[in-house]
C-alpha cells in the first residue's frame, strides 16, 4: 500500500519523464590542438650557448689531431723529392726504363697487380741484399740470366693491390740502389735497368794511361788544315772546354788539364730537332777525339740539375769551307 502511493506521487512530480519526447543532443567541446601543431606555430627555441659549445668541442675531441709538420722534415720530403729520378720518355729502351746510375739518386718505379717488374742489374755485378719497406703486399724476388761474366741478377717485384707504395733497398758488390715502388691499377713499367757513366768514364781514362805520355794526339796535322770555327757557349764547370777545332776529318775538343783529375762529362751529339745521343769518341790526354765532323755538341755532367756545355761549328766559316 505504502509502496503504491510512493509510485503514485512520483507520477504527478515529474511528469515530463513519463512522456517519450526526444532529447536534444549535448554538443561536444571544440578540440584542442595537439603539441605538434602548437610547436609548428611558435618560433624554434633556440639552443643556449653553453650547449653550443659543449657539442663543438667533443666533435674537436672526435676529430683526428693533425701534426705540425717540423721544419727538419719538411727539409727530408724536400731532398727526397729532388733526388728522385722519374721515367723519361727518351730513357726507354723497346719497353725498357734505362736510367743513368748516380749515387744516392731514387729511381721512381710503376707496377701494377698481377704484372711483374723487372729489375736488371749490372752483368756481372753480385747482389748483396735486398730490403724492402712492405713485405706483406709486395711479391720480391730475384733470378738471374746469363753466366760467367755476363751473369746478371734480375730483381722481381708485383704489388697485390694498386694504391701501394714502398721502397726497396738493393746492395751489390759494386753500389746500392735506391727505388721508390708504386702500384697502379693497370700501368707498370715491364723492366728498367742502368747506364754506368762512372765506369765508361773510368774505363777510358784507364785506356788512355796506357797509352805512352809522349804520343801526340794525332800525326799528320799541319797548321793550314786545321780549321778553329767553333763557338763554346752555356755552363762554366771547371772541366769546361778551352777550344775546339778539325782537320776536316777528325774533330778535337781541348780540356784544361785538370780534366785527368776531375770527373769528365759525356758528349752528346745533337741533331737538328735537338735530340741528343751519345757519341764514341777517344781520351787522348787532355783531349777528346771525335773520328767524325758535327754541327753541334754538348758536354753534360749531372742528372737532373746538369752542368750543359754546349758546342757550335759556324755556319758562316763553314760555308767558306766547303767552297774552298
Sequence with gaps: MKSALIAAALTSATPALAQSEPV?????????????????????????????????????????????????????????????????????????????????????????????????????????????????????????????????????????????????????????????????????????????????????????EQASPGQPVATGLSVEQLHFDYAISGDRPAWRPLRAFDDGRQTFIEFPASLSVGEAPPLFLADAKGTASLVNYRVQGRYYVVDRLFDTAELRLGLKHQEVVRINRLGEAEDQRRHS
Design 24 to 208: 536534444a543532443p549535448v554538443p561536444l567541446p571544440t578540440p584542442i590542438a595537439g603539441p605538434s601543431a602548437a610547436a609548428s606555430s611558435r618560433p624554434p627555441l633556440k639552443e643556449p650557448p653553453t650547449a653550443i659549445s659543449v657539442r663543438r668541442a667533443s666533435a674537436q675531441m672526435r676529430r683526428p689531431h693533425r701534426r705540425a709538420v717540423s721544419p727538419v722534415e719538411l727539409r727530408v720530403r724536400s731532398a727526397n723529392h729532388r733526388a728522385t729520378l722519374e721515367p723519361a720518355t727518351g730513357g726507354y729502351l723497346n719497353a725498357i726504363q734505362v736510367y743513368p746510375y748516380s749515387e744516392g739518386t731514387i729511381y721512381h718505379v710503376f707496377t701494377a697487380p698481377g704484372e711483374v717488374t723487372d729489375i736488371a742489374l749490372q752483368p756481372g755485378e753480385a747482389l748483396g741484399a735486398i730490403a724492402a719497406g712492405d713485405t706483406a703486399r709486395w711479391v720480391i724476388g730475384d733470378t738471374s740470366s746469363g753466366s760467367g761474366a755476363e751473369k746478371r741478377t734480375h730483381v722481381l717485384v708485383k704489388p697485390f693491390a694498386s694504391g701501394l707504395a714502398t721502397n726497396v733497398v738493393i746492395t751489390t758488390d759494386r753500389r746500392t740502389y735506391h727505388l721508390a715502388l708504386t702500384s697502379t691499377d693497370h700501368t707498370a713499367m715491364a723492366a728498367l735497368s742502368w747506364t754506368y757513366p762512372q765506369d765508361e768514364l773510368i774505363a777510358l781514362k784507364a785506356s788512355a
